[in-house]
């Protein structure tokens, strides 16, 4: 199976920030990577699929990037509703996830 | 609209066996693939399997973690997926949710609400 990666485990942030997390991929799976978001409770929502496109109805703010086996999600200026747990997943071969980025109010 | 609404979880003792079941609406079921991700308590994400669509043949892969002791199957006429499990250990217990690819791929756009599984003695 590939291993993901993701760093920072945990993040605390303010509102108006800006922050990036990573995933790292144990093998190159060119840009087949997805982020999701997930709030308490509730189940997990699409953000990003293919590594850099925006899913429908997700705002602007954020973007992902990379290719290979290094990628990275960017939320350009957080809102109050992005607090939340954050994971990636590679799609390239039976599914995987990484770990999870919590994103704390700071 | 498109909606997953999964059944069959509860508490069910060690080595016991149970049956999910993800009901699907809104779309064109067999032109998508299925998988089932769990969370235990507390935890992160696991896809527990994943089965193709109609156009890839329906084939399945497992997590290493179940592979042997669930099964993932599909009926396209009745548009539900349906995750069997056997042997049941302690360390399956967790939130159960169904979501669909994108089309034949594992790319998950919509989940359903989940189920609960709780294995215990």
């Known amino acids: 199976d590939i291993q993901m990666t993701q760093s920072p485990s945990s993040l605390s942030a303010s509102v108006g920030d800006r922050v990036t997390i990573t995933c790292r991929a144990s093998?190159?799976?060119?840009?087949?990577l997805n982020w999701y978001q997930q709030k308490p409770g509730k189940a997990p929502k699409i953000l990003i699929y293919?590594?850099?496109n925006l899913q429908s109805g997700v705002p602007a703010r954020f973007s992902g990037g990379g290719s290979g086996t290094d990628f990275s999600l960017t939320i350009s200026s957080l809102q109050p509703e992005d607090f939340a747990t954050y994971y990636c997943?590679?799609?390239?071969?039976?599914?995987?996830f990484g770990q999870g980025t919590k994103l704390e109010i700071k | 609209e498109v909606q997953l609404v999964e059944s069959g979880g509860g508490l069910v003792q060690p080595g016991r066996s149970l049956r999910l079941s993800c009901t699907a609406s809104g779309f064109t079921f067999s032109d998508h693939a299925m998988s089932w991700v769990r969370q235990a308590p507390g935890k992160g994400l696991e896809s527990v399997a994943f089965?193709?669509?109609?156009?890839?043949?329906?084939?399945?892969e497992y997590a290493a973690s179940v592979q042997g002791r669930f099964t993932i199957s599909r009926d396209d006429s009745k548009t539900i997926a349906y995750l069997q499990m056997s042997s049941l250990k302690t360390e399956d217990t967790g939130v159960y949710y169904c979501?669909?690819?994108?089309?034949?791929?594992?790319?998950?756009?919509?989940w359903g609400q989940g189920t609960l599984v709780s294995v215990s003695s």
């Open positions: 293919s590594a850099s």
């Open positions: 089965i193709s669509n109609r156009a890839f043949g329906g084939t399945a």
């Open positions: 979501a669909r690819g994108r089309y034949a791929s594992s790319t998950f756009d919509y």
């Open positions: 093998q190159n799976i060119i840009s087949n």
């Open positions: 997943q590679q799609s390239y071969t039976t599914p995987t």
